[in-house]
């Protein structure tokens, strides 16, 4: 008997950007994962891009082509639940492959939704410090998918949370999504800025987001900031 198709596998799928650009944040995530204990496959040659880029331009086809490709994929290996840290690929699996295959049986989560259970369960503890923290939250895990608490447990349960007055659904874009940051540089790079002034108004010493795209575009929006932008994956890590 095969107990792999019977019980099933976890896959730790990092994203695009995740796994070509954020190489270092990816590495810190599957270092935490593994310390909670989860048991998890990766793909990393076989598995391709969720299709979100290609669905935001419209390219419904290829989209749904990519989608069915993955799929084939995820059966092939027996993958019973998807864990990302990427919003976009969360919003993408849990949202629109139930749409775009037949039938879309895996469960997905967003690992901040992973960490904040193991946090809550005793399974990681982390250390508190007295650091001011404020958060940024990622289009496609807050009014996209409605996942705003999980972060800020995390970071809670590390340092005092100091919110931005533009939080949770009222967010104001990092200016890096929607195709922005390759079309309108200049637009993208002034919006990342106007965040980093509202994280700055805070008081707080370290501004921290968990998307790799807005964590690159807030990062490079804040080298003459006076708050330093951190992925929560460093976050947990490093402070």
């Known amino acids: 008997m095969n107990f792999l198709k019977f019980f099933g596998n976890i896959l730790y799928y990092p994203g695009c950007i995740m796994k070509f650009v954020t190489k270092e944040q990816n590495e810190k995530y599957k270092k935490i994962l593994r310390k909670i204990g989860v048991d998890f496959i990766e793909l990393k040659e076989l598995e391709v891009c969720c299709g979100s880029p290609v669905l935001a331009a419209g390219y419904i086809k290829e989209a749904k082509k990519l989608a069915q490709k993955n799929f084939k994929v995820f059966k092939e290996h027996s993958v019973k639940k998807i864990i990302t840290p990427c919003p976009a690929c969360f919003r993408i699996f849990s949202q629109l492959y139930p ?141």
């Not at 106007?194 to 964590?215: D, H, M, N, S, Y």
């Not at 690159?216 to 890590?237: D, G, P, T, Y």
């Open 99 to 239: 749409k775009l295959v037949k039938v879309w049986d895996i469960q997905v989560e967003h690992v901040t939704q992973t960490i904040a259970r193991a946090i809550e369960s005793g399974k990681l503890k982390l250390k508190k410090k007295k650091v001011k923290v404020t958060f940024h939250d990622p289009c496609h895990l807050g009014r996209y998918s409605g996942i705003y608490e999980e972060p800020r447990k995390i970071i809670s349960s590390k340092a005092k949370l100091e919110e931005m007055e533009m939080n949770r659904e009222l967010a104001l874009c990092c200016g890096g999504g929607g195709g922005v940051r390759a079309n309108y540089p200049e637009l993208a790079e002034e919006m990342a800025k106007e965040r980093i002034g509202q994280a700055e108004e805070t008081k707080a010493q370290i501004l921290v987001t968990c998307c790799p795209l807005c964590f690159i575009q807030l990062k490079e929006a804040s080298r003459n900031a006076k708050i330093k932008v951190m992925e929560l994956s460093e976050f947990i890590n490093e402070i």
